[in-house]
């Protein structure tokens, strides 16, 4: 990945939701992940995207490797989460809006509209955003959508 320079972002390592009869449980998962975390090189940037909704804690940190902040329609997002903890597990921010697939594809594949209105959702992610700056700990953020997230890619102010 080093011939894209200065190109290169974060690399995103992301895991399907994984059931009781692969990783019974997290620590399960996290003794075969660790030892591939501690051998990454220290000088990029990697993510670590978990779809389990029991895993997410701050566990990553001490790798330095983000934990993704997602807006997806599987996972709960940063403010829904009951358990409450630091976010910031690395020193920057990666945020992954993705909405429903299955659901806006069933309302549209043409990408040349917005579908489902996420005027709420993103005053919730601007907050976000703004814990995210205020952060002494956060460098850089990184943020991503796609047309799923509400079935166009951009808006044009009117």
């Not at 939701?17 to 220290?42: I, M, N, Y």
């Not at 020193?91 to 043409?110: N, P, S």
């Amino acid at each position: 990945m080093d011939i894209l320079g200065p190109k290169l972002g974060p690399m995103v390592f992301q895991f399907p939701f994984f059931d009781r009869w692969r990783f019974p449980k997290q620590d399960s998962f996290l003794g075969v992940l660790t030892p591939f975390l501690k051998r990454l090189p220290a000088d990029h940037k990697f993510v670590v995207e978990i779809r389990n909704k029991t895993w997410l804690d701050a566990r990553f940190r001490e790798y330095n490797v983000a934990l993704a902040l997602t807006d997806t329609s599987f996972m709960p997002r940063p403010w829904e989460m009951k358990e409450k903890f630091d976010l910031i597990t690395a020193d920057f921010a990666y945020v992954r809006c993705l909405g429903d697939r299955k659901g806006i594809e069933e309302q549209t594949t043409t990408w040349d509209r917005t579908v489902i209105d996420r005027t709420g959702d993103l005053k919730n992610w601007v907050e976000v955003f703004k814990s995210l700056v205020s952060n002494t700990k956060v460098l850089e953020i990184f943020a991503y959508s796609n047309n799923h997230y509400q079935g166009h890619g951009h808006i044009t102010p009117d």
